[in-house]
């Protein structure tokens, strides 16, 4: 494979390993934040049950938030799970892609003091969904120029490997 396109490759993967770290950092001091802000907080109608959390599989970034909801068994024993809060498209033609989540689905499970945070955070988070759809994007293109290259060459490369 040309070295060319190898090192555009380890840049691209590269950086979405840069967005994950900046993404993982944001999700810490959600989590600082909500712990602290919870602990002050007696009322449990009045605390942040929101989860962000942060994955990456292969070349994809996930980040999403969860609703935090507690259960009590009937042995007493609490415990807790967790609701996945999906992205709605609100575009009636529902073509559009979306990066970021309806703000009055977030604030369901948030309180009136948290919610600038929750703002601060969800606008990064959608920055760092876009960057790294783009990235992945360039990676499946990179892969598909890769197998065209390796194709002219004689080489046979299965559907998905790079040269």
């Not at 993404?23 to 007696?42: P, Q």
């Not at 009590?72 to 892609?97: E, M, Q, S, V, W």
């Not at 990235?135 to 065209?148: D, F, K, T, V």
Request: aromatic share 10%; hydrophobic share 30%; net charge positive.
């Amino acid at each position: 494979m040309d070295t060319r396109l190898e090192m555009i490759r380890s840049t691209l993967e590269s950086y979405i390993g840069e967005l994950l770290e900046q993404a993982e950092e944001t999700a810490r001091r959600f989590k600082d934040y909500t712990v602290k802000e919870n602990g002050v907080r007696k009322k449990w109608g009045n605390q942040n049950t929101l989860l962000y959390r942060v994955r990456r599989e292969n070349n994809s970034l996930t980040l999403e938030w969860y609703h935090r909801a507690w259960r009590t068994d009937a042995n007493g024993n609490r415990d807790t799970r967790h609701h996945y809060i999906r992205k709605r498209n609100k575009n009636k033609r529902g073509t559009d892609l979306v990066y970021g989540y309806d703000m009055d689905d977030l604030f369901k499970f948030a309180p009136e003091w948290s919610r600038d945070r929750v703002v601060e955070v969800e606008a990064e988070a959608k920055s760092f969904r876009r960057q790294a759809h783009y990235c992945a994007s360039m990676l499946i293109i990179l892969g598909r120029l890769e197998r065209y290259l390796a194709e002219l060459e004689g080489v046979e490369l299965p559907e998905g490997e790079t040269a």
